[in-house]
């Protein structure tokens, strides 16, 4: 298997522009997670899908991010309007089972920078 | 509230070993996992603890004491490529995964 996917792996975008982050999960995966990584506040989870169904997304910053998961091997995280605090790396990660017992995979992330 | 605590950073010598605690204060427990992750990559799997105890894997091993709300990482035979951060991640009672600000090991020749 390829693992995860991710696109685009660098986002450079100014203030105010939509932008959109892609994910294709592991084949078989029925979990499905978005996280954010900076420094200052290392690894937050965002969202994270159970069969395509949001199960708990109150790591969401606000109502400008929003994410979706239309099938089983495809799924999005959009911001819009973007601000500069929203620079980061963006991981998703897909497991076999739910997140008390299962290991994550983990995609190569996102590096979005706004300016 | 909850809360993992790892030591920022951390320096040990090639061929030696090195201890990373975790200390946790989760409402409830249902697992802990320790990943690694090298600068610039993403984070990968490294062990699982749900019991108490030492799981052992190669030159890992993993140890849990669910009463003291502590674990560690343990790492064997250092190698150069084994610096990277380390991060240790807590499964509460329902079911959020939460995640320590990770640890920065640094291994000198």
């Known amino acids: 298997d390829a693992g995860v996917i991710q696109s685009p792996r660098h986002e450079v975008t100014e203030m105010g522009q939509e932008v959109t982050l892609r994910c294709k999960p592991i084949?078989?995966?029925?979990?499905l997670f978005w996280y954010r990584q900076t420094m200052m506040r290392g690894l937050e989870l965002l969202i994270y899908?159970?069969?395509?169904?949001?199960?708990?997304d109150s790591g969401m910053p606000e109502d400008r991010f929003s994410a979706k998961m239309p099938n089983a091997s495809f799924s999005t995280l959009k911001i819009q309007p973007s601000e500069p605090r929203d620079s980061a790396v963006y991981f998703c990660?897909?497991?076999?089972?739910?997140?008390?017992?299962?290991?994550?995979?983990f995609g190569p992330g996102t590096r979005l920078t706004v300016t | 509230g909850q809360n993992i605590d790892q030591p920022t950073e951390m320096t040990a010598t090639e061929g030696a070993i090195v201890q990373i605690n975790c200390t946790y204060q989760t409402s409830g427990f249902n697992g802990l996992f320790w990943y690694q992750q090298h600068a610039g990559e993403a984070p990968t799997f490294l062990s699982y603890?749900?019991l108490d105890g030492l799981e052992e894997k190669g030159r890992f091993s993993s140890f849990l004491s669910r009463s003291k709300g502590y674990s560690y990482l343990l790492l064997k035979e250092l190698q150069m490529k084994d610096s990277a951060s380390y991060l240790c991640a807590v499964t509460d009672s329902n079911y959020q995964l939460i995640w320590g600000a990770g640890t920065k090991l640094i291994i000198k020749p």
């Open positions: 603890n749900v």
């Open positions: 899908f159970n069969n395509n169904v949001p199960i708990d």
């Open positions: 990660a897909s497991s076999p089972g739910g997140p008390e017992a299962y290991e994550q995979y």
């Open positions: 084949s078989g995966h029925d979990y």
